[in-house]
């Protein structure tokens, strides 16, 4: 499966923002998936993940209460709703997919390309 994930820009603290990530070449909804981001300077992170179904969500500490993913399968797409960014939020996001894994990074089998995300204090 092919993802290409969009959405980023430049925004200011408490903006908002939301990521697609559009999925081609496979039968999205047998696919779990992930959002993951890498600042700069720092290792990749866990952001939050979807299982095939949607119907089990997860999230990392620092993004519970202000992020939510969701995915529609009938549009073969993923998305990001990212509320009260904050500049530590900044990095380049990544949405990831594989039929097994959920929230590991080295279990991720597929990875779109990324997309950068500013916020400015």
């Known amino acids: 499966v092919q993802l290409q994930a969009s959405g980023g820009g430049l925004v200011q603290a408490g903006d908002s923002l939301r990521l697609s990530c559009a999925a081609s070449?496979?039968?999205?909804?047998?696919?779990?998936m992930a959002w993951f981001r890498q600042a700069p300077g720092k290792e990749r992170e866990f952001v939050a993940a979807?299982?095939?179904?949607?119907?089990?969500?997860y999230y990392a500490d620092y993004v519970k209460g202000r992020f939510t993913i969701s995915r529609d399968n009938a549009k073969n797409t993923l998305y990001l709703q990212m509320n009260f960014l904050k500049p530590e939020d900044t990095a380049v996001y990544y949405c990831?997919?594989?039929?097994?894994?959920?929230?590991?990074?080295?279990?991720?089998?597929?990875w779109g390309k990324g997309t950068l995300v500013t916020v400015s204090s």
């Open positions: 990831a997919a594989d039929r097994v894994s959920l929230r590991v990074e080295s279990g991720m089998n597929y």
């Open positions: 070449g496979g039968t999205f909804s047998r696919y779990n």
């Open positions: 979807i299982n095939w179904s949607g119907g089990s969500t």
